[in-house]
């Protein structure tokens, strides 16, 4: 059986930092496109960071140079490093996952994703 389950959240100070942990079995996530998704109540889910099978990476303008996406091989484990984090980045996390190449583009449609976790809330308050 398939299953993303996420790890990490919970709430931090303006300026603080959370590392997001995404743990996947049943699918190795070296081969398959990886991406993590944020949403608030009330809106839709919109794309944050996402690594590629070949392990390129892009990012979120609103959180460029704040976020880092990496994986751990040995771990089949996919993280969400957050730094300097902002009131506005509250919000659920999800880690999400497709085929094995995936356009890296912003804004990324989440409806092409099939694999998807329960979600892990992170609040930043002021």
């Known amino acids: 059986e398939f299953q993303l389950v996420e790890s990490g959240g919970g709430s931090v100070e303006a300026g603080g930092s959370l590392q997001l942990s995404c743990a996947a079995s049943?699918?190795?996530?070296?081969?398959?496109?990886m991406a993590w998704f944020r949403q608030v109540p009330g809106a839709g889910r919109e794309g944050v960071a996402i690594?590629?099978?070949?392990?390129?990476?892009n990012y979120a303008a609103f959180v460029k140079g704040r976020f880092s996406i990496s994986r751990d091989n040995a771990k089949n484990l996919l993280t969400l490093q957050m730094n300097n984090l902002e009131p506005d980045d509250s919000a659920m996390y999800y880690c999400?996952?497709?085929?094995?190449?995936?356009?890296?583009?912003?804004?990324?449609?989440?409806?092409?994703?099939?694999?998807w976790g329960q979600g892990t809330q992170v609040t930043v308050s002021t």
């Open positions: 049943g699918l190795d996530s070296t081969n398959h496109c």
């Open positions: 690594r590629n099978s070949d392990g390129r990476t």
């Open positions: 999400a996952g497709r085929g094995t190449t995936c356009d890296r583009s912003f804004p990324l449609d989440y409806t092409t994703y099939h694999y």
